[in-house]
């Protein structure tokens, strides 16, 4: 009976010890990966961004010289005296021009707009860091359920393991009528009852793996054994150069934009002009009325109805609730972060408690290994105790993983 018990408490510490030994084939990173390659809103940002550059291009495009080509033909009939007068129409006319306009004196208007679509790629950019951040913090929340599935099926499988080791000594000694004929039963329906919960497990992990493959656009419908991410804390940053506020920066940024573009709007401009080509009222001398002009004009906004001021006032209403909006999420973020690491350092407190239960279980379940050599205990309650190191052990597992869990979020918030 000695050598029985022992032979399975080395089996069950084994076990424990080779638990989480899973392999990488299918990482936490693999998974993040696979899900910021197909998900498409990302996709659909990384081609805004690209067709937004194009905006630049169009706008540098407008301050080029613009040639446009110009054909006119008119006949206006004189009958009896009735008609137009020859004096506005000159009878008819035929033209065909090439035309060229470009402004000039420009650059601080250029510099407003390049800034302004610059911006516009920032806002893209940033949305896109933000969704991928939020990817991140769904993948990483949903492979922790599903690992916490087949954790908790291994820890069943290897309490069911340790119990049928037991049954099978335990029926000898019951033959012989060491042990009595319930306390092999209640063995039995522990062992029954732990089947039942495995299967439940199974079917679990099925799920929540699958949940894993939808949010990262996987097809495959084989089932891996996912292992247990080590996540660590992001290295301590200034909130402001997170992607939660520097939308806020962007924002600001816009605003005083749109501030110098109003300003552009009463700088005068200077656009300089030419066209080439034919101009004729008679057709008889149309040989002689090919020829060219050009020039230059000057545009200088004088009154408007205060519209100048009254943009101002609505920028400082954007502006205040730009800052009231970042002020309050402000508020939120470091409540949220603070909370999270009471919540992260209360969980560890509670671990290295559990990790102190470990040791003194460990202590009973010797001195009650010796009691059932002794033949002063009886094989139910050294069971007990065996599964008593089990749940603890499977505790500290717990901590763990929720220790992973608050790390995620910790990190969403820190990105």
Request: proline letters at 2%.
């Amino acid at each position: 009976m000695t050598s029985a018990v022992k032979r399975s408490f080395a089996f069950l510490l084994l076990l424990l010890s080779s638990c989480y030994s899973f392999g990488q084939d299918h990482s936490l990173e693999y998974y993040i990966s696979q899900g910021v390659d197909n998900n498409p809103v990302l996709k659909d940002l990384t081609n805004q961004i690209r067709s937004n550059q194009y905006d630049s291009l169009i706008t540098r495009a407008t301050y080029l010289p613009q040639v446009n080509f110009n054909a006119h033909m008119m006949y206006a009939p004189v009958v009896n005296g009735w008609g137009y007068s020859d004096v506005i129409t000159n009878g008819q006319q035929l033209s065909g021009t090439l035309n060229v306009n470009q402004q000039i004196f420009n650059k601080k208007s250029r510099e407003v707009n390049y800034q302004k679509i610059w911006l516009e790629n920032r806002t893209l950019d940033n949305s896109r860091s933000l969704s991928i951040n939020e990817l991140k913090k769904v993948i990483t929340a949903q492979y922790l359920t599903a690992y916490s599935a087949i954790m908790e099926s291994e820890f069943q499988q290897q309490i069911l393991s340790t119990l049928k080791e037991e049954e099978k000594v335990l029926g000898m000694w019951v033959q012989k009528g060491t042990y009595r004929q319930t306390d092999y039963l209640s063995v039995r329906v522990e062992i029954i009852q732990l089947e039942r919960n495995i299967r439940n497990l199974e079917f679990q992990y099925r799920k929540e793996f699958s949940n894993l493959n939808v949010i990262c656009g996987i097809s495959d419908t084989t089932i891996y054994k996912l292992s247990l991410p080590a996540i660590e804390e992001i290295l301590k940053r200034s909130p402001e150069n997170s992607v939660f506020f520097r939308k806020f920066v962007i924002d600001s940024l816009k605003i005083r934009t749109e501030q110098l573009l109003i300003d552009r709007k009463y700088k005068p401009t200077v656009n300089w002009f030419s066209d080439g080509g034919l101009i004729n009222n008679e057709p008889a001398y149309i040989y002689q009325n090919f020829g060219v002009s050009f020039g230059m004009s000057l545009s200088l906004p004088v009154y408007d109805g205060n519209q100048r001021k009254l943009n101002y006032s609505k920028l400082r209403v954007e502006e205040e609730t730009r800052k009231n909006y970042q002020d309050f999420f402000s508020t939120q973020y470091n409540m949220q972060l603070k909370q999270l690491k009471d919540e992260l350092e209360n969980l560890r407190f509670m671990a290295r408690d559990n990790e102190k239960q470990i040791e003194v279980v460990k202590m009973l379940v010797a001195q009650e290994r010796a009691e059932l050599n002794s033949g002063s205990l009886t094989i139910t309650d050294y069971i007990l105790a065996l599964k008593n190191l089990i749940d603890a052990t499977h505790e500290g597992v717990i901590y763990q993983i929720r220790a992973q869990y608050i790390l995620n979020e910790i990190n969403f918030w820190k990105q």
